[in-house]
C-alpha cells in the first residue's frame, strides 16, 4: 500500500499551522489541508495544543445538513 509522500518541512509547516490556530482559538475544521499526512500532522499538533475536554460535544447549529 503505498501512501502519499510529503517532505519533511510541509509536515513541520503543517504542524505549526496547527498549533498556531489552536493558540489563537480557531476551530479545527480551518484546517487548510483536504486530507492525507498534511491533515494528520495538523490535527495531531491542534489537539496537542487544545485538547478537547472530556464530556462536551459541539453541535453544529448552522441548521445546514
Known amino acids: 500500500m503505498a501512501g502519499e ?5 510541509a ?3 503543517a504542524r505549526i499551522a496547527g498549533r498556531t490556530l ?7 475544521t480551518a484546517c487548510p489541508y483536504p486530507g492525507g499526512p ?3 500532522a495538523f490535527v495531531d499538533a491542534y489537539l496537542q495544543e487544545a485538547p ?4 462536551t460535544v459541539d453541535y453544529d ?3 445546514e445538513a
Open 61 to 63: 447549529d448552522s441548521g
Open 22 to 28: 489552536a493558540r489563537v482559538g480557531s476551530p479545527i
Open 38 to 40: 498534511l491533515q494528520f
Open 11 to 13: 509536515l513541520g509547516a
Open 52 to 55: 478537547p475536554t472530556p464530556g
Open 5 to 9: 509522500t510529503v517532505s519533511r518541512v
